[in-house]
């Protein structure tokens, strides 16, 4: 079972930019494709971005695409998400999640794919 910890959250304004580290412990970490969630105050929380464990099909909300790239280093068993053009909308706390895939190609795109997450970093931008 792999355990993610998120860092890298923080304030800043609209327009600027966040990067988002998740460290994943736990053997197999290669086997898991991982993704981002995010809640914000009163909302439930809601899909980001997905990769695959092979890091070669990626899925994003498309309230993020453009924006967002996700990205992964599985020699690390780091996760990464590089926030640009920052909206007061994007506010929220993010999670880091996992989800352990047979095949290398599989990749998340809804909250419900994911079985374990971390306890999460909160990004706040300002207008």
């Known amino acids: 079972q792999v355990q993610p910890v998120e860092s890298g959250g923080g304030l800043v304004q609209a327009g600027g930019s966040l990067r988002l580290s998740c460290a994943a412990s736990g053997r197999a970490f290669s086997n898991y494709a991982m993704g981002w969630l995010r809640q914000a105050p009163g909302k439930e929380r809601e899909f980001v971005a997905g990769i695959s464990w092979s890091g070669s099909r990626r899925y994003y909300a498309d309230s993020v695409k453009g924006r967002f790239t996700i990205s992964r280093d599985n020699a690390k068993n780091t996760v990464n998400l590089q926030m640009n053009s920052l909206k007061p909308e994007d506010t929220a706390v993010y999670y880091c999640?996992?989800?352990?895939?047979?095949?290398?190609?599989?990749?998340?795109?809804?909250?419900?794919?994911?079985?374990?997450w971390g306890q999460g970093t909160q990004v706040t931008v300002s207008s």
């Open positions: 999640a996992a989800k352990f895939s047979l095949t290398s190609d599989y990749v998340p795109a809804s909250t419900l794919d994911f079985r374990s």
